[in-house]
């Protein structure tokens, strides 16, 4: 998630943008650390934010869902 306070504090006007730049490096690294185990994954960016906020207990506005990951074992063929 996204807490705006925190990110206008350390980013300022920028913080949308760069908010956005750094999930996705925070993704590539779990990416690169779940196939280092043998693992899989799965970046997801659209889905139902409404639904997602509920679920991560957030209120979609001061706090919101911007980026997950679903990790997994994959299936042998």
Same mark, same amino acid.
């Given at each position: 998630t996204m807490v705006k306070s925190r990110c206008i504090q350390k980013y300022g006007s920028l913080s949308y943008m760069l908010s956005f730049v750094e999930a996705g490096h925070r993704g590539?690294? =779990?990416? #690169?650390?779940? *196939? +280092?185990?043998?693992?899989?994954?799965?970046s997801m960016g659209s889905t139902n934010y409404d639904k997602l906020n509920t679920?991560? +207990?957030?209120?979609?506005? *001061?706090?919101?869902? =911007?980026?997950?990951?679903? #990790?997994?074992?994959p299936l042998k063929n």
């Open positions: 590539q690294n =779990i990416s #690169l650390c779940v *196939n +280092a185990f043998g693992m899989g994954c799965c679920l991560l +207990a957030v209120d979609g506005v *001061n706090e919101h869902y =911007i980026y997950s990951i679903a #990790l997994g074992v």
